[in-house]
Nanobody, 127 residues
Framework: QVQLVESGGGLVQAGGSLRLSCALS????????LGWFRQAPGKERDFVTV????????YYADSVKGRFTISRDNAKNTVYLQMNSLKPDDTAIYYC????????????????????WGQGTQVTVSS
């Protein structure tokens, strides 16, 4: 059974930075495509970014492009989300999710494509 545990959330002022981490256990890390989603209060869960099993491909939502960077360390079984130039609109619970490495690109952006989810970590950006 795959387990995902996020960490690194917190309160930051607008313009600041945070780095989220998500550790995967229970299965071979490199067997999974990994994504980050977020859900703000009263809103639906939205795609943020995804990284392929090898780390060779990454994709971002337009709202975070140029500010957020996803990376993975297959030796540490961990995926990271570096968030810079944070805005109040980035306030949300952030979830990491895992999907089989064979997931096609068209399905990267849909939450239902991911089989495993972390518990989420709160990110709050104050103005």
């Amino acid at each position: 059974q795959v387990q995902l545990v996020e960490s690194g959330g917190g309160l930051v002022q607008a313009g600041g930075s945070l780095r989220l981490s998500c550790a995967l256990s229970g299965r071979t890390f490199s067997d999974y495509t990994l994504g980050w989603f977020r859900q703000a209060p009263g809103k639906e869960r939205d795609f943020v970014t995804v990284i392929s099993w090898s780390g060779g491909s990454t994709y971002y939502a337009d709202s975070v492009k140029g500010r957020f960077t996803i990376s993975r360390d297959n030796a540490k079984n961990t995926v990271y989300l570096q968030m810079n130039s944070l805005k109040p609109d980035d306030t949300a619970i952030y979830y990491c999710a895992a999907a089989p490495r064979g997931l096609t690109r068209a399905l990267y952006y849909t939450g239902s494509s991911y089989s495993y989810w972390g518990q989420g970590t709160q990110v709050t950006v104050s103005s």
